[in-house]
Nanobody, 120 residues
Framework: QVQLAESGGGVVQPGGSLRLSCVAS????????MGWYRQGSGSQRELVAA???????YYVDSVKGRFTIAGDDAKNAVYLQMNSLKPEDTAVYYC??????????????WGQGTQVTVSS
């Protein structure tokens, strides 16, 4: 089993930045991919960004050029730097991790979620 602990959510004005962090514990040696999903009010959950093997990344089109995902193997962590935030980025962001070596595939382990609100 893998446990995921997220931090870094909050309230920010449009155009602002936030950095989300997710630290894994437990059977971390099984992790090949870590990523972030989000679910806004009344919306389906969507994959925002993911990273496999510390190198191969995926970004949903709506965040390309604004968000950056990075992993830290030594800390068993993944980070999501979010710049130029827009109101439509408002959502609960969930860390996701697991053993499947494809960044676009939903992994089996989930964090509790952290709220990101972009509002003036």
């Amino acid at each position: 089993q893998v446990q995921l602990a997220e931090s870094g959510g909050g309230v920010v004005q449009p155009g602002g930045s936030l950095r989300l962090s997710c630290v894994a514990s437990g059977s971390v040696s099984t992790i090949a991919t870590m990523g972030w999903y989000r679910q806004g009010s009344g919306s389906q959950r969507e994959l925002v960004a993911a990273i496999t093997g510390g190198v191969r990344t995926y970004y949903v089109d709506s965040v390309k050029g604004r968000f950056t995902i990075a992993g830290d193997d030594a800390k068993n962590a993944v980070y999501l730097q979010m710049n130029s935030l827009k109101p439509e980025d408002t959502a609960v962001y969930y860390c996701n991790a697991g053993p499947i070596s494809l960044p676009t595939v939903e992994q089996p382990f989930w964090g509790q979620g952290t709220q990101v609100t972009v509002s003036s």
